[in-house]
């Protein structure tokens, strides 16, 4: 029986070759590097590394201690050399002389830069002070899940002792920080020998001299912890056994498609929210749990957990044995407010007289038995990480609850953590929101040339995006292609004809699943014919009205029926053409197809706009670069009805309009963005010709 990735032992990875050749702030970097590569040693974004290193002071030119620590927000697995912070360490023991007491810690935090080294921009992080009092050169601390249950549960000390005897120490809950660091200190003073500490309900310190060493200690205590539990745990059923049983694949994601645009659009009243879907063996081992109700209420441990999970998530009545899908999307919005309530009183009963605002009160995890978690964040790598953070929190509950009992962080210590003013300081330093932050586009044609570079417009704004395209190979390479400059996680595709409307309903359905909803359509999906009229077939006329006329209809229907469920408005775009407003010889098919399309635009934009709902239309003229349409008979042909040869039909075009000037791709994806984005807000059922310029196509 093979194991499955949880249950193989950690690999040990570090290469003393590769290694050789390095200085020990190059090693500190491969150490973090290996150590972060593997979630079961520590989550994202989640714990830190230290080296203590022999640097040339570039004012005295003297050799001197300089703790490399990684900084604020960083990440072991992807951190670089410029995201670690470097501080003296002289300066740093200087800092105890002027310690005021834990209940002036926080200003301890003001004196970081005031020890920095070279200049170093990189922000030191609040868990400095816990690296550079450690006397040891290499420091580590992970949140390895196996250690986290050992440090949540009720008898964490005497399990500590018990899985590590003498090699690991303990110390109780303590809010990360300078006081922290002291504390350190004095437990390595009094235990010289300790090679560790478990710290409750937080993670494991880990320490040497030497960077491999450090490297193999941090492995090989993390290991002993996943063997005792796989030891202790053998043959239970976690979490009290199963109370419910899973639907099949295909029935989970109809459901999370269902429920999610509904729950998107119940919690975005502050932003747009980005959703994702988590159906894994574990997730649905907690969902469908006899215990999974009160291990939830109980709430996360780790304050790296409830930060990105706030401190207990929400659980959606619904009885896979007896699905009634109706009845759970009608009982959501109370449910969805009394979450929203609770959380409110649990920020009067904890609120301090200089506590941060009230954040968002809605709930950012949502358990469905029988189906799986989704998660909401402002964006989907943060909805993503939220939902790797509870799948952490299981894990954690699963090995607390077997071999003792779990407990989550006291309710006034989360809420400390949650509204410190420290984090409400790195919070207000993020960045501002691009245009489309949190928007979801769905695009057809999504492989063509205007389709492809309406999306990169879109991702470059911060929308995530689902190409459509009937072409697999090409939708395929677009995906690859945009993915790797804007990440996987906001590109998504799907193959799908226009004209199948079972097809365009399962794409919806599927852009639910990936982002929660839709907000915005670019209906793009063509092709084009020429011919004179007693030439053209009827089987040519009723594929161009299948495709530009029916196709869009079926992606507008769907879209409506999507952005009415979730309540918060959209914009629909359709790329039309000149041709549905200026006539053209030898294409009569093609030109009143894309006329439907224009008129179909104006009466979707009556229908929509008491829902917030804005319809528009581009209409571009002769973009050759990248157009798909151009590839087949159509340049042929419309090259023969002007008298031209294949290459001089660009520059035909171009000198019949006003502006001399070609049109390409990149001014339909701005005229597409701008419609699509709040700069347009106050426009529905309008017209926007790219077409550098033709007097036939002027709207009156």
């Known amino acids: 029986m ?18 050789a050749g390095m200085g020990e702030a190059e090693k500190l970097l491969y150490r973090s590097n290996l150590l972060g590569s593997d979630k079961r040693i520590t989550n ?20 001197v201690e300089v703790l490399w620590v990684k900084g604020s927000g960083g990440d072991v697995g992807s951190i670089k050399m410029d995201g670690f912070a470097t501080l003296y360490m002289d300066k740093l023991n200087a800092l105890r002389g002027i310690y005021r007491g834990v209940e002036y810690e926080d200003e301890m935090v003001g004196y970081l830069p005031h020890c920095t080294f070279n200049l170093n ?57 300078f006081e922290l660091g002291l504390w350190l200190s004095n437990f390595c003073e009094e235990n010289p020998n300790t090679k560790g500490v478990v710290l409750e309900s937080h993670g494991l310190f880990t320490w040497d001299d030497d960077a491999e060493a450090c490297y193999a200690l941090t492995l090989e205590i993390i290991q002993k912890a996943m063997d005792w539990f796989a030891e202790r745990t053998a043959g239970k059923s976690a979490f009290g056994g199963a109370k419910h049983e899973s639907l099949g694949a295909e029935q989970r994601r109809e459901v999370a498609g269902r429920l999610m645009p509904a729950i998107r659009g119940m919690v975005s009243d502050q932003q747009h929210m980005v959703g994702h879907f988590t159906d894994s063996d574990a997730v649905l081992e907690f969902v469908n749990a006899k215990d999974m109700t009160r291990l939830a209420a109980l709430g996360t441990s780790c304050p790296d957990h409830f930060l990105r999970t706030k401190i207990r998530p929400l659980v959606v009545d619904f009885d896979p044995a007896n699905p009634d899908l109706d009845a759970t999307l009608g009982g959501l919005t109370g ?89 409400e300081a790195k919070l207000q330093r993020m960045p501002k929101p691009k245009t489309m932050a949190g ?6 044609g999504g492989a063509g040339g205007i389709g492809s570079a309406t999306a990169e417009r879109y991702l470059r704004e911060g929308a995530c995006v689902m190409l459509a395209d009937i072409d697999a190979e090409a939708i395929g390479e677009t995906e690859k292609n945009l993915a790797g400059r804007y990440s996987s996680d906001v590109v998504r595709t799907v193959v799908m004809d226009v004209t199948d409307e079972a097809a365009v309903s399962a794409a919806f359905a599927r852009t639910s699943v990936e982002f929660g909803g839709v907000d915005l359509l670019v209906s793009n999906a063509g092709i084009a014919s020429s011919a004179p009229i007693e030439d053209t077939s009827l089987d040519l006329w009723n594929k161009n009205m299948d495709i530009l006329s029916t196709g869009y209809f079926l992606v507008s229907r769907e879209a409506f029926r999507v952005m009415k469920v979730q309540d918060m408005g959209g914009s629909i775009v359709f790329v039309a053409s000149k041709n549905g407003l200026a006539a053209s010889p030898n294409a009569s098919a093609y030109c009143t197809a894309k006329a439907s399309e224009i008129h179909l635009a104006r009466c979707l934009a009556l229908e929509g706009a008491p829902h917030g709902i804005r319809v528009n239309v581009v209409n571009p003229d002769a973009v050759l670069r990248g157009s798909k ?22 520059a035909h075009y171009r000198e019949r309009s006003m502006l001399k000037r070609s049109v390409l791709p990149e001014d339909i994806a701005e005229a597409a963005y701008f419609l ?25």
């Open 2 to 19: 093979s194991l499955t990735a949880s249950q193989q032992p950690l690999e040990k990875k570090w290469d003393s070759a590769r290694a």
């Open 44 to 63: 994202y974004g989640g714990g830190n590394t230290s080296a203590k290193v022999m640097e040339k002071d570039p004012l005295t030119g003297d050799t």
């Open 121 to 177: 921009p990189r922000a030191a992080s609040i868990d400095t002070p816990l690296h550079a009092y450690v006397p040891r050169k290499h420091v580590d601390h992970m949140h390895p899940d196996a250690i986290i249950a050992i440090a949540a549960a009720r008898d964490s000390r005497a399990l500590t002792q018990e899985v590590f005897g003498d090699d690991i120490g303990w110390l109780p809950w303590k809010r990360p920080g």
């Open 335 to 423: 449910s969805v407010a009394e979450y929203r309530e609770g959380y409110k009183a649990y920020y009067e009963r904890c609120k301090h007289n200089d506590s941060p605002a009230i954040r968002d009160p809605n709930a950012v995890v949502y358990l469905v038995p029988g189906v799986g978690m989704i998660t909401f964040a402002k964006d989907k790598a943060t909805a993503r990480i939220s939902g790797e953070f509870y799948v952490n929190a299981i894990n954690v509950m699963r090995g607390a609850d077997a071999v003792s009992e779990y407990q989550g962080l006291p309710e006034q210590e989360a809420f400390d953590i949650e509204y410190w003013l420290l984090e």
């Open 439 to 444: 928007r979801v586009a769905l695009i057809t």
């Open 629 to 650: 349409i151009w590839s087949g008979d159509w340049l042929k042909e419309r090259a023969a009805t002007y008298g031209k040869d294949k290459q001089g039909l660009e």
């Open 676 to 700: 699509a984005s709040d700069l347009s807000a106050k426009s529905t059922g309008n017209i926007l010709n790219v077409d550098a310029g033709n007097v036939q196509a002027f709207t009156r």
